[in-house]
C-alpha cells in the first residue's frame, strides 16, 4: 500500500496540498453557479520530482505505477467503489472487471467542498520509470502488457503504444498516459535540478524562512544569489 506521508514541513507536499484546496474550491464553486454542471468533479494523479524523492498527489481511479529494475508497481489505491469491494474481500480482481459499479468513484475533486486526497512521498533510484494514466487505460490494458511497453521503449514511444493498446481493446473511455523516466547519469539539467533542490532546502531549513509555502519559497529563490566567501569574512554590518 502507499506510504503517506502528512508532515506539514515537506515543502512539496504543502505545495500539492495548496494546489488540490484551489483546485476541489475553484470546480465545486463552479458546479455550485452553473446547475448545468451539477456534480461535476474529477480525479487527479500527480508527480513532483524533487531531491531524490517522488512526490505523489492521488484522488480518484487514475493510478501512478512506477517501474524498477523489472518490477511494475501500482503506488496509489483506487478510490472506487470495486477497489474496496476487493480490498474487503468481497469481491475478486475478475467479478471487478465486469462489475456494474466499476466506473463509480468514492472521491474526486470537485464533489465536496472539502477534497481528501492521499499524498505520499517515495525514493527514487536512476532509471526508474513512473506511469500516470486515467482508468480508460487500465481498464483495457493490463498489467502485464503495461510493463513490457514501460520497459522496452523510451517514455514518449511507451505512451504511444499503450494508447494504441487501449484503442485496440476498445477504447471505451477517455485515455491519458504520461511516462516520466529518471535518468541513469546525471545531466547538465540535472545538476541544474540539484543546485535548484538544494538551495530550496537550504532556504527552508533558516527561520526566517521555513514557515513559507513551497510557491513563497521559489519567490524567494528568483531574487536570491550564491555568493562564496572567504572564512569570518563579513557580509553585512549595522
Request: with cysteine; hydrophobic share 40%.
Amino acid at each position: 500500500p502507499p506510504s503517506e506521508v502528512r508532515s506539514s514541513d515537506v515543502p512539496e507536499l504543502a505545495a500539492f496540498r495548496h494546489a488540490v484546496t484551489l483546485a476541489n474550491r475553484n470546480i465545486h464553486d463552479e458546479a455550485e453557479k452553473n446547475t448545468g454542471r451539477t456534480g461535476m468533479g474529477t480525479t487527479l494523479t500527480a508527480l513532483l520530482l524533487a531531491r531524490q524523492r517522488a512526490f505523489l498527489v492521488h484522488i480518484g481511479d487514475s493510478r501512478a505505477y512506477r517501474l524498477r529494475g523489472g518490477t511494475l508497481v501500482q503506488l496509489t489505491n483506487d478510490h472506487s467503489v470495486v477497489a474496496e469491494q476487493m480490498r474487503s474481500g468481497l469481491i475478486s480482481p475478475a467479478q471487478a472487471r465486469t462489475s456494474p459499479y466499476r466506473h463509480v468513484i468514492t472521491r474526486a475533486l470537485g464533489i465536496d467542498r472539502e477534497a481528501a486526497p492521499d499524498r505520499m512521498e517515495h525514493p527514487v533510484q536512476p532509471d526508474d520509470t513512473y506511469l500516470l494514466c486515467s482508468d480508460g487505460l487500465t481498464e483495457m490494458v493490463g498489467d502485464r502488457d503495461i510493463r513490457i511497453s514501460l520497459a522496452g521503449s523510451a517514455p514518449r514511444d511507451a505512451v504511444l503504444k499503450l494508447i494504441a493498446a487501449a484503442n485496440e481493446q476498445g477504447g471505451v473511455d477517455n485515455i491519458t498516459a504520461v511516462v516520466v523516466k529518471v535518468p541513469d547519469a546525471e545531466s547538465g539539467i540535472d545538476r541544474l535540478a540539484r543546485e535548484v533542490n538544494l538551495k530550496m532546502e537550504v532556504l527552508h531549513k533558516m527561520p526566517l524562512f521555513r514557515h513559507l509555502t513551497y510557491q513563497e519559497l521559489v519567490r524567494v529563490l528568483n531574487i536570491t544569489e550564491v555568493r562564496s566567501a572567504d572564512t569570518d569574512k563579513m557580509f553585512v554590518e549595522e
